[in-house]
Each structure stands twice: as C-alpha cells, then as structure tokens.
C-alpha cells in the first residue's frame, strides 16, 4: 500500500505560480498510475491530470493544459504538478491520487479509479 503526502499549497497571488509535490511512501511510484484532483470551495472534485505508469504519458483537463504540468521523478518518488498564470479560480483543495493498475486513457479521468488518496493541500489564489 501507498501512502501519500502533498506540499506545496498556499496563498498566491492571481498570475503567480506554484509547484505542488507529492511524496509517496510505502511503494515505488514507478507502479503506479498518478494523479491530480482539485475541490473547489462549494463545488465538486474534478480532474486536473494524470500520468501513466508505463508509458509516464499525461492526459489533462483541457482548459489547463496550457498552465498546469504534470510529472514524476521515480528516483526521487514524487509526483509533481506546476501550476502556471494562476487565477482565482484555480483556488481548491488540491489531492494526489494513485492507482497500481495500469488505467486507459478515457479512465485517467475518473476518481472512482484511485485507490490511494493524500490528504490534499489548499491552494488560494487572490490578491
């Protein structure tokens, strides 16, 4: 079993920047399929992206794709997500998700397919 632990939250101003990290524990990352979730204050959890465990190819919500980045450094076991040009509407509780099984392309999407989930750690974008 996996354990998860997200940083790198806090409060930013509107077109600022930040890197979240993803520590993982108990396992090799290289085994596992990861992710990234966000809350909205009020609203529900939704996808932001993912990144496969063979192939480390990434799949993103379409409206991010051009700011946020997502990506693993197996040696260090760590997921990462940089989030560029922030705006307020980014401001949610951000999670790190992973699932040992190998999941399809139309599958990255889905939470139901996670097994494992961090704690999550607020981003606040405003000025």
């Known amino acids: 079993q996996v354990q998860l632990l997200e940083s790198g939250g806090g409060l930013v101003q509107p077109g600022g920047s930040l890197r979240l990290s993803c520590a993982a524990s108990?396992?090799?990352?290289?085994?596992?399929?990861m992710a990234w979730f966000r809350q909205p204050p009020g609203k529900e959890r939704e996808f932001v992206a993912a990144?496969?465990?063979?192939?480390?190819?990434?799949s993103y919500k379409s409206s991010l794709k051009t700011r946020f980045t997502i990506s693993r450094d197996n040696a260090k076991n760590t997921l990462y997500l940089q989030m560029n040009n922030l705006t307020p509407d980014d401001t949610a509780v951000y999670y790190c998700?992973?699932?040992?099984?190998?999941?399809?392309?139309?599958?990255?999407?889905?939470?139901?397919?996670?097994?494992?989930w961090g704690q999550g750690t607020q981003v606040t974008v405003s000025s």
């Open positions: 998700v992973a699932s040992p099984r190998g999941l399809i392309t139309s599958s990255l999407s889905d939470d139901q397919q996670y097994e494992y």
């Open positions: 108990g396992r090799a990352l290289y085994g596992y399929t």
């Open positions: 990144v496969k465990r063979s192939t480390s190819s990434t």
